[in-house]
């Protein structure tokens, strides 16, 4: 089965500060995404990458960086975080454009910035 | 620009009942249209899909989805509910012709013994 580990599974941190959120995937699935979640706005895409090296810009992507150093390993950054980032954060990958197939996602990452 | 809409925020019904989730959608062509499901501290995971063929699709844990092109809509079932189906419901949908994935924002569902 599908697995998609995300850590830390909780985060706080000040404005301003520097955070990093991991992910890594062990299915060999070439596409990879980090999501946030918001009440009342559903998820929202921000980065994705179709591969080791490769990143593409989502749909909310001010005030985030990504980098995909492997196959397996997805990373999102929040170099100066502030309040309104403060969100439920979800990796997922698949192993064909999302448009058409399953999307297997992480646990998620609750991240607060005070 | 594609959208999809799920016009209840929160939906609570009694165990053993049966259950309509809505979901429409925006786009004059037939998307890929998605089910997901996410119980609590859990990631989302997949309930059905569809793309063309029958337009009653059978998903997991006894769900189906009829989709309708006429009323641009994909609704989800389920004809008797457990305690354990409280959780929240995501449509999304995506044309074939890209990447992305666009997630309603979800439905609560409640289920009271």
């Known amino acids: 089965e599908a697995a998609v580990t995300q850590s830390p599974r909780n985060k706080v941190t000040v404005t301003g500060g520097n955070v990093t959120l991991s992910c890594r995937q062990t299915n060999s699935h070439n596409y990879m995404y980090w999501y946030r979640q918001d009440t009342g706005h559903g998820l929202r895409l921000i980065h994705y990458s179709y591969g080791a090296g490769n990143l593409q810009i989502g749909d909310v992507p001010d005030g985030y960086k990504a980098t995909r150093t492997t196959q397996e390993d997805f990373f999102l950054l929040l170099e100066l975080a502030s309040p309104s980032q403060t969100s439920l954060y979800f990796c997922?990958?698949?192993?064909?454009?999302?448009?058409?197939?399953?999307?297997?996602f992480g646990a998620g990452t609750r991240l607060s910035v005070l | 620009a594609q959208s999809v809409t799920q016009p209840d925020a929160r939906v609570t019904v009694s165990e053993g009942a049966s259950l309509q989730l809505r979901c429409k959608y925006s786009y004059s062509a037939t998307p890929y249209l998605f089910w997901y499901v996410q119980y609590p501290r859990q990631g989302l995971q997949l309930l059905l899909k569809?793309?063309?063929?029958?337009?009653v699709v059978q998903g997991v844990n006894g769900f189906e989805a009829e989709f309708s092109k006429s009323n641009s809509s994909f609704h989800l079932r389920k004809a008797s509910v457990h305690w354990s189906d409280s959780a929240v419901y995501f449509c999304a949908v995506s044309m074939n012709n890209n990447n992305r994935i666009f997630f309603g924002d979800g439905t609560q569902l409640v289920v009271k013994p």
């Open positions: 569809y793309y063309s063929g029958d337009p």
């Open positions: 997922a990958s698949s192993d064909a454009p999302g448009g058409q197939n399953t999307l297997y």
